[in-house]
């Protein structure tokens, strides 16, 4: 059984925030730790929103709860009434995540049957304590870096695998792949684009990511592959030029990593082309639809290269305009 860091983090910080409120003699200590474990986060920004909109949420649950307990009574209608104005509140001001953790704060006050100033700053200092436990625990996000390169080095192989598959049925018109790969990839590609969103939540700093356009690319590429498949199947049998697809295919399959070899293979698929232009003009109603399926393969390969050499000549522009940033400033 795997443990999380979150978990890690929850276990660590619950006694934490406990021990500190006992320390500082706080009444109900044992809500400082509920306030932790509510304000654990999957990433920094999330944190940080979550401890903003949990604090101004308990401020005004403390708030209305003078108004509505002092003012009329401890009573749980009361309380009931209260929770009718103060969560539309919450939904107004955006700060619905500090909902279950002003009501501990409401709760708390209820139990006490009696509200000073006393009271009033004693439960000030538990959120403190129980939102910036909370907070510096979620200042350490461990890189994911590691598993989003391995999601790369796996994508690349299926891909690898897939461009090879096509090859195969094109040449001998009998597979015995069993499109796993295809499955395989969406799920690693939902996965991936997942790690890096959240990735991004944990560098307020940073706009862009490494990985971002990298999988965006995959998607779209992987999409065509998916939209080549029913026209590879249609390709007649024993064709001088389904073999040299089927050639074109196998070059493609051993190329599939994050390098920019896309310009070459557009260059081959130009002269692919060129040679099929001079082939004979085909003369019954299915060669016609031969014809047909491979044109449009071949316009779903160039896309294919085509998204891979955009995605290459945006890193280039990024990376020359870093180092002309770079020569300005020295």
Same mark, same amino acid.
């Given at each position: 059984?795997? !443990?999380?860091?979150?978990? !890690?983090?929850?276990?660590?910080?619950?006694?934490?925030?406990?021990?500190? %409120?006992?320390?500082?003699?706080?009444? #109900?200590?044992?809500?400082?730790?509920?306030?932790?474990?509510?304000?654990?986060?999957?990433?920094? $920004?999330?944190?940080?929103?979550? %401890? +903003?909109?949990?604090?101004?949420?308990?401020?005004?649950?403390?708030?209305? %709860?003078?108004?509505?307990?002092?003012? !009329?009574?401890?009573?749980?209608?009361?309380?009931?009434?209260?929770?009718? &104005?103060?969560?539309?509140?919450? &939904?107004?001001?955006?700060?619905?995540?500090?909902?279950?953790? @002003?009501?501990? &704060?409401? +709760?708390?006050?209820?139990?006490? @049957?009696?509200?000073?100033?006393?009271?009033?700053?004693?439960?000030?200092?538990?959120?403190?304590?129980?939102?910036?436990?909370?907070?510096?625990?979620?200042?350490?996000?461990?890189?994911?870096?590691?598993?989003?390169?391995?999601?790369?080095?796996?994508?690349?192989?299926?891909?690898? =695998?897939? +461009?090879?598959?096509?090859?195969?049925?094109?040449?001998?018109?009998?597979?015995?792949?069993?499109?796993?790969?295809?499955?395989?990839?969406?799920?690693?590609?939902?996965?991936?684009?997942?790690?890096? *969103?959240?990735?991004?939540?944990?560098?307020?700093?940073? #706009?862009?990511?490494?990985?971002?356009?990298?999988?965006?690319?995959?998607?779209?590429?992987?999409?065509?592959?998916?939209?080549?498949?029913?026209?590879?199947?249609?390709?007649?049998?024993?064709?001088? =030029?389904? *073999?040299?697809?089927? *050639?074109?295919?196998?070059?493609?399959?051993?190329?599939?990593?994050?390098?920019?070899? %896309?310009?070459?293979?557009?260059?081959?698929?130009?002269?692919?082309?060129?040679?099929?232009?001079?082939?004979?003009?085909?003369?019954?109603?299915?060669?016609?639809?031969?014809?047909?399926? +491979?044109?449009?393969?071949?316009?779903?390969? *160039?896309?294919?290269?085509?998204?891979?050499?955009?995605? $290459?000549?945006?890193?280039?522009?990024?990376?020359?305009?870093?180092? #002309?940033?770079?020569?300005?400033?020295?």
């Amino acid at each position: 059984m795997k !443990i999380g860091y979150r978990t !890690i983090k929850t276990a660590i910080g619950t006694p934490l925030a406990i021990s500190i %409120a006992q320390l500082l003699g706080l009444t #109900n200590f044992v809500s400082a730790g509920i306030l932790t474990i509510l304000c654990i986060q999957p990433s920094r $920004k999330r944190s940080y929103y979550s %401890a +903003l909109h949990r604090f101004i949420a308990c401020i005004i649950a403390t708030l209305y %709860a003078y108004i509505f307990f002092e003012w !009329i009574a401890y009573h749980p209608l009361v309380l009931g009434i209260m929770l009718i &104005v103060f969560i539309p509140t919450t &939904v107004f001001l955006k700060v619905t995540p500090g909902i279950a953790t @002003s009501s501990v &704060v409401i +709760l708390n006050l209820y139990s006490a @049957s009696s509200i000073t100033l006393a009271s009033l700053f004693d439960q000030f200092l538990l959120i403190v304590v129980g939102i910036g436990v909370g907070l510096l625990l979620n200042l350490y996000m461990p890189s994911l870096d590691k598993p989003l390169k391995e999601k790369q080095q796996k994508l690349e192989q299926n891909f690898t =695998i897939i +461009l090879y598959e096509y090859s195969q049925y094109i040449r001998y018109k009998h597979t015995t792949w069993k499109v796993d790969e295809l499955a395989e990839s969406e799920d690693i590609l939902l996965e991936a684009n997942t790690l890096v *969103e959240r990735d991004r939540e944990n560098h307020l700093l940073r #706009n862009k990511h490494p990985y971002r356009d990298y999988f965006r690319m995959r998607t779209r590429q992987f999409e065509l592959l998916k939209k080549m498949l029913p026209l590879v199947s249609r390709l007649p049998d024993a064709d001088p =030029i389904g *073999e040299k697809i089927a *050639e074109f295919f196998e070059g493609l399959s051993k190329n599939v990593h994050p390098g920019n070899t %896309a310009i070459i293979y557009l260059d081959q698929l130009k002269e692919l082309r060129s040679q099929i232009n001079e082939e004979e003009l085909p003369k019954t109603r299915e060669d016609f639809e031969a014809r047909a399926n +491979l044109f449009q393969l071949l316009h779903e390969i *160039e896309d294919y290269l085509i998204i891979k050499l955009k995605y $290459k000549e945006s890193d280039v522009n990024v990376f020359k305009r870093l180092k #002309n940033q770079k020569k300005t400033k020295n």
